[in-house]
């Protein structure tokens, strides 16, 4: 079941310059700064009551942002979903004729375990479903 809008993913070059305007923009400071070296980025969390965004910077030339960037220019990345069964949603989805660009749930940031559909199916946009890791 799909539960929330976990997060909306912003592709930035500079991770402390855009922490600074979003700061500004939103009258507030991000919750937590979180590297995930597995998908080649540094992340920045904000959270409007709990609506969350993902400021992301590469740390890779190859990663996913640092081509993105590139073919594309900053801004929105991904939208993320929050689900209560990720692997039953992998199934459902993949059943259906989505693309996983994962066949495992793989872990992301902030205890979560994620999982990308391909843009070419989703008019576009890159979709990634999250689950809570629970203790
Ligand atoms: C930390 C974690 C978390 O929240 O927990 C994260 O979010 S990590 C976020 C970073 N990690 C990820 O994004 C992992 C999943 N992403 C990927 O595997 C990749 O980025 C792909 C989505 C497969 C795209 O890879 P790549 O650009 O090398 O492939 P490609 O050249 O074949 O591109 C296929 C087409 O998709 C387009 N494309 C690429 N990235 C896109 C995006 N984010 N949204 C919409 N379209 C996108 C390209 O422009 C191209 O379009 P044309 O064919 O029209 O030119
Ligand atoms: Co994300």
Same mark, same amino acid.
């Given at each position: 079941?799909?539960? $929330?809008?976990?997060?909306?993913?912003?592709?930035?070059?500079? /991770?402390?310059?855009?922490? +600074?305007?979003?700061?500004?923009? /939103?009258?507030?400071?991000?919750?937590?700064? !979180?590297?995930?070296?597995?998908?080649?980025?540094?992340?920045?969390?904000?959270?409007? $009551?709990?609506?969350?965004? !993902?400021?992301?910077? +590469?740390?890779?030339?190859?990663?996913?942002?640092?081509?993105?960037?590139?073919?594309?220019? !900053?801004?929105?990345?991904? @939208?993320?979903?929050?689900?209560?069964?990720?692997?039953?949603?992998?199934?459902?989805?993949? +059943? !259906?004729?989505?693309?996983? /660009? $994962?066949?495992?749930?793989?872990?992301?940031?902030?205890?979560?375990?994620?999982?990308?559909?391909?843009?070419? $199916?989703?008019?576009?946009? /890159?979709?990634? @479903?999250?689950?809570?890791?629970?203790?």
């Amino acid at each position: 079941m799909f539960t $929330n809008v976990e997060h909306i993913g912003i592709a930035v070059k500079d /991770l402390s310059v855009a922490d +600074a305007l979003f700061s500004t923009l /939103l009258n507030s400071t991000p919750y937590k700064h !979180e590297e995930v070296a597995t998908e080649g980025v540094r992340t920045s969390f904000f959270k409007i $009551n709990e609506t969350k965004i !993902e400021l992301l910077e +590469a740390t890779r030339d190859d990663s996913p942002i640092a081509r993105f960037l590139e073919k594309k220019g !900053e801004g929105i990345h991904h @939208l993320a979903f929050e689900v209560d069964d990720i692997r039953a949603e992998m199934a459902r989805l993949k +059943a !259906e004729g989505f693309v996983l /660009l $994962n066949e495992e749930p793989k872990p992301g940031a902030d205890q979560k375990l994620v999982c990308f559909l391909h843009p070419k $199916n989703t008019h576009g946009v /890159l979709i990634e @479903l999250c689950q809570s890791i629970r203790e």
